[in-house]
């Protein structure tokens, strides 16, 4: 075996002609090289896979040699080995040839005759560029293995409890990013979920992940008071911002199942959502400022009984600036990841800006969450704001096809949001009075196993006290016109509620008709 850590390196010398080849390892072997020799080729292939590539600094081929000439043996090292450098000996004038040489990733050329120092000078620069390539290479598989490793610990859920989570995480870069670890204590009556997303993508960011995970966790285990670990965490990170600065925003959940309670820390995170198996939801409180912004670190502590609760919702900032870039809802977006489907970018939808990380965690047994509904869109409007419904339906429209995906939903699509409208038409005009000051909301959620869509609008209105099925029976004598629209909601519609005096308009919308139960 050759070992070239003590000399300038080893080199594999390619020579037909016995006079050249001697020159060339004599010259090479006074200026302090190790050398190979072949005679062919085919010869020194076999040198290669004999001694190894890794045992071999550089390679001196002539040109011209017969069966097979050194572009082509360059060629084959350039596949077994592109890190490993060649230099291509060449007779004067072959221009073409030398252009052929770079063009294949070779080191160089020399033109014949060749003189002792530039022989040397150009496999001293060829050595020195395999060692290069090499350590470039060594380290960028170090960092896929870490690589690895850090996505593994960046996702960590507990095999016990896999099944109830539907996890997305889709990280952009190697390194850094958004994570998630979970665990249980106290035999498994309370359950934590810790989310963050440290800034920066690379070996630091990754550490300080890893390093903030590790923190968090003892603390909690060991029983110690959570706000003097978030507040040491941020002055840390306020300390070290003239080196290498760094943020990191983070949401915190304990949920203790004794006392069906849900508390929240939420650093610099977007508002969780808890919905119920008819698609009611409750949105949490939107993040204080991430750690490391600022010294003073306002903590904010969410307690929200889970009640009937079905599922928690958790995304992070990716998710909400891609929906924003794909012009659609955030919980459209999280609720197709969140059923494995990972976008990806083409001509007409780019690619995520950021890492992606969202989850769907079932608070209640499995066979307790089937024929449930999840939300798809929860929004609210300003009354003033049903001069844009056109742009409101856009987005909904959007929101819905990639929610449902297109080809599931079809034709129906357009009956739906003609629904969507005329309900949220009278609610702006009517409920909310066109005022800027007064707002409706709109919550739109999904039956996967009924493939039903459920909406429900919400105004700020006084209401009514006649019953709307005699007046929509009675279409020619409407006041107005004013019922019309919830007239057509009724018609187009599956199944048709009218709640809280008016207040409340539910309907039940069936993707394919066939599905809808029978009166």
């Not at 290498?244 to 949920?255: D, G, K, Q, R």
Request: proline fraction near 5%; glycine fraction near 6%.
């Amino acid at each position: 075996m050759v070992d070239s850590r003590e000399s300038r390196g080893c080199v594999l010398v390619v020579e037909d002609d016995p006079e050249g080849l001697c020159y060339f390892e004599t010259s090479l072997r006074t200026a302090g090289f190790q050398t190979l020799t072949a005679k062919s080729a085919f010869e020194a292939e076999r040198t290669c896979q004999t001694h190894g590539f890794n045992q071999i600094d550089a390679v001196l081929t002539d040109f011209r040699m017969p069966e097979r000439t050194g572009l082509e043996l360059l060629q084959w090292i350039q596949d077994k080995d592109p890190s490993l450098a060649t230099v291509v000996v060449t007779a004067q004038g072959e221009k073409e040839l030398v252009k052929r040489t770079l063009d294949l990733g070779g080191a160089g050329f020399l033109e014949k005759p060749i003189q002792h120092k530039p022989l040397v000078d150009a496999m001293e620069r060829a050595v020195d560029r395999t060692r290069r390539q090499r350590r470039v290479l060594s380290s960028a598989r170090a960092l896929d293995d870490a690589s690895v490793v850090d996505h593994q610990l960046n996702s960590y859920i507990p095999d016990s409890l896999r099944e109830r989570f539907r996890l997305s995480y889709l990280p952009l870069h190697k390194m850094g990013g958004d994570f998630i670890n979970v665990w249980t204590v106290d035999n498994d009556n309370r359950l934590m979920i810790l989310v963050g997303d440290v800034s920066g993508h690379d070996l630091r960011s990754a550490y300080v992940a890893a390093y903030f995970q590790g923190i968090f966790r003892g603390h909690v285990e060991s029983g110690s008071a959570l706000e003097t670990s978030l507040h040491s965490f941020n002055n840390q990170l306020i300390r070290e911002a003239a080196v290498v600065p760094s943020t990191l925003a983070m949401s915190w959940f304990e949920i203790d199942y004794t006392q069906q309670l849900l508390t929240v820390y939420n650093c610099g995170f977007p508002p969780f959502y808890l919905s119920d198996a008819n698609g009611s939801v409750r949105r949490g409180q939107l993040g204080t400022h991430p750690l490391g912004w600022f010294e003073n670190l306002p903590l904010a502590k969410q307690e929200v009984p889970l009640e009937k609760a079905t599922f928690l919702h958790i995304f992070t900032d990716g998710v909400v600036d891609y929906a924003d870039q794909l012009g659609i809802n955030p919980l459209s977006l999280a609720y197709r990841l969140s059923r494995g489907t990972i976008p990806a970018g083409d001509a007409n939808q780019p690619p995520p800006p950021d890492d992606i990380l969202c989850l769907t965690y079932q608070l209640q047994p499995i066979t307790s969450v089937n024929n449930t509904f999840e939300p798809i869109i929860d929004e609210q409007y300003s009354g003033a704001e049903y001069v844009h419904v056109d742009n409101l339906q856009s987005v909904w429209r959007r929101s819905l096809q990639y929610a449902l995906e297109e080809d599931l939903i079809g034709d129906r699509l357009y009956d739906l949001l003609i629904c969507i409208r005329e309900g949220m038409l009278n609610a702006l005009i009517h409920g909310c009075a066109g005022s800027s000051e007064k707002f409706c909301h709109l919550l739109i959620s999904y039956n996967r196993e009924a493939n039903c869509v459920r909406v429900r609008i919400d105004d700020p209105g006084k209401g009514h006290n006649f019953k709307i099925s005699e007046r929509l029976r009675d279409l020619d004598n409407l006041p107005e016109g004013r019922q019309l629209g919830l007239g057509i909601v009724q018609h187009l519609s599956d199944e048709f509620n009218i709640e809280n005096k008016g207040t409340s308009l539910v309907f039940d919308f069936y993707v394919t008709p066939e599905e809808a139960p029978t009166n």
